[in-house]
Every structure is written in C-alpha cells, then in structure tokens.
C-alpha cells in the first residue's frame, strides 16, 4: 500500500470505532472530536492526514511542534498541545495552540495567564489530573484539582473548558475504564463546585479510546494507530 492509502485506511478504522464506541454508549459521534497526535512524524505525515480531511493535531515537544507548524501550511488546521510544558516554553505556546491540554499547576496556570494577558489573547486550557496518581506521572492529584480549578476560573485570561487524563499504561484496554470514569465523575463535581460548564474531556489514545468515548470523552489523542508506530522510542508520554 502506498502511504496515502494507508493514511486513509488508518483514519477510517480509528474513526469506525469512534463511531461504534459511540453507538455503543448511545452518543452522538459528532461529539467527539479525533486529535491526530503527529508527533515524532514529519510534516509530509500530517499533509497526508490532511488530505483525508484530519484538521486536528496534537504535539508533546514545544520544540519539535513549532517548526512543523510552520512547515504545514494548509488552512484551517488546528494545533492541541498535549504535551508536559515547561514554564519557560510557555510564551511559544500562548496564542498558537487553540487548546492546552497539560495545565497541571498554579505556577504554570499564572505563567500561561501573564503570558496570554502581554499578547492580548484568550488561552484555551484543560487541568490535566494524575487520576492514578503515579509519582513521576504529569497532572494534578485529584484532591488538589479543585483549588487549581478554583484560581483558573479566576485568571481572566485563560478559558478553562475541562480536563485531560493519561493513565497508566496497560496492555489491557479496559484497563483504564476507571480512570475515564473518574475523570469524569471529578469534572462533574467541578462543575457543580464551580457552577460553569466544564465540557471537555480529553480522554483516550490508539490502545483503548473505545472505553474512554463510552465513559464520555470529547476529544480522543491517537497517534499510533493512525500514523503507524513512532520511529523515537524514547517518547516518555
Ligand atoms: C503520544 C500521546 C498520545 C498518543 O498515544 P498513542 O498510543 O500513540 O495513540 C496521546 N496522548 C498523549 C498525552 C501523548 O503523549
């Protein structure tokens, strides 16, 4: 098969069992969104996803993402940072990804509030929780979510639209059932605590998206089954 057939292929089966995930559950599919995680792939990778009709990418490494955004140079994409992000790379990441899925701290949520306040934007966000609470693991524990939530409400700078979780990594793809519902259940509480809309969970990758769409994901990351595997094996996630 050439490459583009297999991107196309690649992209129907993931988007198939989105939909299935969905009839399962007894959700509309359109509430789901696919974030095609392009990285460690070339650009040409993410013009082929592209030409399929992709508009959606994810990328970890500030470093690696800024120039493939510029080397992309079709219209109408749109970039999702899911990636750990350092306080120091966050002024290259304010304003150029229409979501940050990786706030996982005051620090960074009031860096991230400067830095969208000096270039006069509205930073999209999402808390991302350390559900299983693994040591060396990114994310907020779900016991300290609550006051993260809180300050970020009011930083007027940031637009807090939910969460993102990565669990831990299981050959079994109902693994991480609990965690999805989890997230689920604390974003429900944060709403209540809140009292505004928390509409978004990023939830969900290649091994086991169909457990997180039926747990109620919005946005589903998947890098692997849609581009094939990483040629860096080093990717910590
Ligand atoms: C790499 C990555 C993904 C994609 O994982 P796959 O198993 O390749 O689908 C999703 N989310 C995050 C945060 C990642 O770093």
Redesign the pocket.
């Known amino acids: 098969m050439t490459d583009d057939s297999r991107a196309s292929e690649r992209l129907f089966r993931v988007m198939e069992r989105i939909g299935r995930a969905c009839a399962r559950a007894g959700r509309d599919p359109s509430g789901v969104t696919l974030v095609a ?1 392009s ?1 460690f792939q070339p650009p040409a990778a993410v013009s082929a996803m592209y030409a399929r009709g992709q508009r959606l990418f994810g990328e ?1 490494y500030i470093q690696e993402a800024l120039p493939k955004m510029e080397a992309v140079t079709e219209p109408d994409i749109e970039w999702h940072f ?2 750990r992000l350092q306080k120091n790379k966050a002024k290259f990441a304010v304003g150029r990804f229409a979501l940050i899925h990786t706030v996982d701290s005051l620090e960074l949520a009031r860096t991230l509030q400067n830095r969208a306040l000096a270039a006069q934007v509205v930073q999209p966000v999402l808390i991302q929780v350390n559900i299983d609470a693994e040591p060396q693991k990114a994310g907020v524990s779900e016991t300290d979510a609550p006051a993260l939530a809180e300050a970020m409400a009011g930083m007027d700078r940031l637009a807090l639209g939910g969460l993102m979780v ?1 669990p831990k990594a299981l050959d079994d793809p109902e693994a991480a059932r609990p965690a999805f519902s989890r997230l689920r259940a604390l974003r429900d509480a944060l709403v209540a605590r809140l009292g505004r809309p928390l509409p978004i969970l990023s939830m969900g ?3 086991d998206l169909e457990a997180a769409v039926e747990e109620g994901a919005t946005h589903v ?5 849609l581009f094939g595997q990483r040629k860096d094996a080093s ?1 910590p ?1």
């Open positions: 995680v990285k970890s899911i990636g990565l990758m290649s091994g990351r998947v890098g692997t089954d990717d996630k």
